[in-house]
């Protein structure tokens, strides 16, 4: 069954680095756009950066643009999320999505999005 698998979330100091993996497995990913979602512990799930199906199309929130970055390897059937400078506020469960379509025109809610990962966590303390 068509599925994501995200990896790479630890615990991590402030000014510290991750780089997260979304890894598509069942389908062939170079169809769809994919977003990453930050969700908070206690709050909503939100959206941080889509990233079209040729990668020439990318968004991000304004509070993380500059820190991360957002990009894809269709070959691997992957979508990475490089996060550095991390800060405290970043902690929450991280998850990659698939959009029904080729590109992302902006950021969006979380049910405009057809397939979900299962999360990966990370947490910013010192």
């Known amino acids: 069954q068509p599925h994501f698998v995200e990896s790479g979330g630890g615990l991590v100091q402030p000014g510290g680095s991750l780089r997260l993996s979304c890894v598509a497995s069942?389908?062939?990913?170079?169809?769809?756009?994919v977003g990453w979602f930050h969700q908070p512990p206690g709050e909503d799930r939100e959206e941080v950066s889509c990233?079209?199906?040729?990668?020439?199309?990318?968004h991000y929130v304004d509070f993380i643009k500059g820190r991360f970055t957002i990009s894809r390897d269709n070959a691997k059937n992957t979508v990475f999320l490089q996060m550095n400078n991390l800060k405290p506020e970043d902690t929450g469960a991280y998850y990659c999505?698939?959009?029904?379509?080729?590109?992302?025109?902006?950021?969006?809610?979380?049910?405009?999005?057809?397939?979900w990962g299962q999360g990966t966590q990370v947490t910013v303390s010192s």
């Open positions: 069942g389908f062939t990913l170079d169809n769809y756009a």
């Open positions: 999505a698939a959009l029904g379509l080729d590109y992302c025109s902006g950021l969006s809610l979380p049910h405009e999005y057809d397939l």
């Open positions: 990233i079209s199906s040729s990668g020439s199309n990318i």
